[in-house]
């Protein structure tokens, strides 16, 4: 399951896993975002927060993910990995050699930090 908050006026999606990740989250996660690139153009920041990656459902939850990326990644400007999980902490190393957002990783404690990088537009 995954909990979302969307900041229109900072364009700002703020994503925080809570059990492990279904195909329903995504379809709920791209009808309240879908709407909002298609009137802006993109959003300007994505705020992952976890404090452990908690997976997949199934093998169904695990390709809507990916197709989430795939379809996304190109209208996001920066990307923030908030969480002291291992998994996610790698995660700027991993994307940056697929999406075109630029990928930070802060510790879980700093959200705060998190939150002023990606505000910080341009």
């Known amino acids: 399951m995954i909990r979302y908050e969307l900041n229109p006026d ?14 329903t989250d995504f379809e709920r ?3 309240e975002v879908d709407p909002y690139i298609e009137k ?3 959003l300007h920041g994505l705020l992952i927060q976890a404090e452990s990656f908690p997976g ?3 093998f169904g939850g695990m390709v809507s993910h990916l197709k989430f990326v795939k379809n996304h990644h190109k209208d996001i400007e920066k990307i923030a990995a908030v969480s002291d999980s291992g998994f996610l902490s790698i995660l700027p190393r991993i994307t940056n050699h697929f ?7 802060f510790d879980y404690s700093d959200k705060e930090k998190a939150l002023e990088w990606l505000s910080n537009k341009g």
Do not use: F, N, Y
């Not at 900072?10 to 279904?22: M, N, R």
């Open 10 to 23: 900072e364009g700002i999606l703020i994503v925080t896993p809570e059990a492990p990740l279904e195909s």
């Open 29 to 31: 996660l791209a009808s």
């Open 40 to 42: 802006t153009g993109k």
């Open 56 to 58: 997949w459902q199934d």
């Open 99 to 105: 999406v075109k957002a630029e990928v930070r990783h």
